[in-house]
Structure formats: C-alpha cells, structure tokens
C-alpha cells in the first residue's frame, strides 16, 4: 500500500485527525521538512475548526482564530526550523527563524558551525555578517576563506552597519592579520639574506639597521592592503567604552571613529593593543619608496607619519606631541583652498581623548565662520552644551549675526 492508499484508509477509519497525524509522521521520517511546515499549519487549522485547506492569506479564518492560528505558525516554524538546525542546514534552518524574529538559534549554531574545507559559505556569511546574525563569525570565515582583499573590501564598503563592538573587532582581525602576514614575510627575508632567524619580535625591531629590506623600490606585502588597515585602525579606541562611531578622520574613504568618552588617551582598553600593532605597520610604511606612498589630503598629506602621530594619541605614546603636530595642521590650513578639515579633525581628537574644552577652543578659533557648513566634527553649539559654556555659544552666535543661537546662549547662561 502506498503512502496516499494508507493516508485515505487511515482518514476513512480513524478519522480526519489521525490522518493528519500520520502525515506528519511520514513527513518527518522523510525529512521533507518543507511540506511538514504546511502539515503542522493544516493540523492548527482543524484543531480551530476551521477548513484545513490552506488559501494563503488566512483570511478565510474567523476573527476568533486568528491569535491560535498565529500561535500555531510561530509553533510550527520553530518545530521546522529546530529540525534543520540538527540536520546542520542553516540557511533552510534559517528562512523559518527570520519568520520568527529569533535570531539566537541560529546565531549559536553559526557559532559551532565548522564548514568543510570545500563548503560553500557564501550562504553562511550572508546569514552571518549581511545578515546581522553573528557577524563577528561572518567575518572570519570572509577573511578565513576569501582573504584580507575581500575583507577590507566588505569592511570599506560603507555597508557595514553594525554596532561599535563588531566593527572594531572587524578592524583587530584585519589588523593582527595584517601584521602577522607582514612579520613572517619580513623574517623569511631576514633568514634569506642573512642566513638566520632574527631574534626580534616587534616590525621596528625587525627593521633595525636593514635599510636593505627597502633597496630597489622592494616591499613585503600588498601596499593598498597596507594603507587601508592603516586608515581603519584610527577608529579604534583604547577605551572599553564602545560609543556610537560617527565622526572620521578620513572624510572621503567614510569611516567612523568613535565619539568621545570622556576617558583620557592611553587606557588600556578594547583595542590598545591593535593601535600598537598598527603604529608598527606605519614604521614600516614610513619606510617604504615614495613611489608607494599614497598621497592624501591634510592634515594626512604625510600618509604614514601623519596616520602614526595620530595614533600616538590614542595609545597615549605621545599625546602632546601628537597634538601638537595636528594643532599646527589647523593653524597652517588656508580655509580658501584647503578648508577645515585639518581643524575638524583636531577637534575630533581631542574629544575622543577626553578634552571638550581644548575642542571648543578649536572649534571657536577655526570654525566660527564656518556656519551652517556641514562638518565631520561636532558643531560649536553641540560643544558648547557639551563643556557648558554658553558665554561662547553667545559670542559666536553675535559674530554669526544667529539671533536664536545668541538668546539661547544667553538663557542658558543664565541657568548654567
């Protein structure tokens, strides 16, 4: 007897709900999970009494089963989807889930999944990391499998919208990775050329009196790979605190750097250790044929040199050094050609240092007349309320001839 003779023998004798649930025994043993989800469904619908022949929208269903019925799809779909997840089909697993709203099954399971060595995990990553699932496990496996060019691809995207936490853990591996291809590369050279394996750990130390690593316009690893972990890695921060990443240094590539903490430079926090790790890759790119160079915009013009004093900041190896450096930037930027940028990006670095006030100063000496333009950096009245100092929201506001900004200077004086 084949499946349909038992099925309308067993509904002929036993009646309409032992029918229904032989299907649903036959469907399970058969793995057809698919129409098991739509046999689940047909068994909530005669259970409410209704008819069992689905139309697709429910809108034959009376008033009064429509929270059952509901009720019975959310069931039925974590049934469905509990059963591909233990059958290790995560995109089918989860198709049901995203129904649902309840990402933390399948983020688990992407978490203990091992793809095989030729998987395709394109449809894993997309679940991962497109799909905001784990996107910190979706991005290991795109530079586990596709490598540092995809990765810094995905990550330059623009498309990357995703808390604090991930994007700086995205910017460490690129990082660690970065450094550690970089430090193999430079002392396989080493034993080469010289005949033995170098004892130093550091790339500074590794560079130590080997001008000859350099000779003939040579480098060790991808310059543009290079350059932009680089440029990434100033969004890192070394405090714990992830605050919402919104203002960049580097305007025209789009990444954010973290909003200021209030903490000073130097704590070692989050990524304290990826910012060393990155200055030692700025010692080798200071290093490099100026052929490899990239030229940017101030106050990066400098690419290497200017990108390490930055950071200097934020790891607290040079805060007043670092500072000064940018201070001059901003003082030196004709607004006529270069603009404020130099000066936005001061104010930027100050905040995330812990240092509104010396901000403000800044911003009031280099951005005053800058008005209404949109800027990378807070605006004056955003520092202002921040430092709580309305006497200069006044001040800037009479200069600015904004009558709202200076009475609402002037009250808030009043009331500070």
Known sequence: MNLYDELEKTVATQGPEAGINRLITELREQKNYGSLFYALLMKKRHELGVSPVATGTNQDLPA????????????????????????????????????????EPVRQALDKYQPGAEED????????????????????????????????????????????????????????????????????????VQGFQPTGKSIPELLAGRDWLFAD???????????????????????????????????????????????????????AVELKLARELCAYGKNLSPRFKFQGDPPFENHYHDFDMYLAVLTGDDVDGGLAHFRQKAEEADPETIGTYPAEVLVNLLLRIGRPKDALAVARKHLAKAGDMRLSCPSIVDLCQQTGDFQTLAEVALEQSNPVNYVAGLIAQRGA
């Open 217 to 271: 316009d040579c480098y060790h690893i991808d310059i543009s790979h290079l350059s932009s972990v680089v440029q990434m890695s100033m969004q890192l921060d070394t405090n714990a605190d992830t605050s919402p990443r919104d203002a960049s240094p580097l305007r025209e590539q789009g990444h954010g750097l973290p909003s200021p903490t209030g903490r000073g430079a130097g704590g070692e926090g989050n990524s």
């Open 64 to 103: 009064a089963a429509h929270q059952g019925f509901e009720e019975g799809i959310r069931e039925a779909a974590r049934t469905v989807g509990q059963l591909y997840l233990t059958e290790g089909n995560l995109p089918a697993a989860w198709a049901y889930f995203r129904m649902l709203g309840e990402n």
């Open 121 to 192: 995990v394109h449809p894993l990553i997309d679940i991962a990391f497109h799909q905001g699932v784990h996107p910190k496990k979706g991005f290991d496996w795109i530079l586990g499998r596709y490598g540092t060019c995809s990765a810094i691809t995905t990550m330059g995207g623009g498309e990357v919208p995703f808390p604090p936490d991930v994007k700086a853990y995205c910017i460490e591996r690129l990082v660690h990775t970065l450094h550690e291809e970089l430090t193999e590369r430079l002392k396989a050279e080493i034993q080469r």
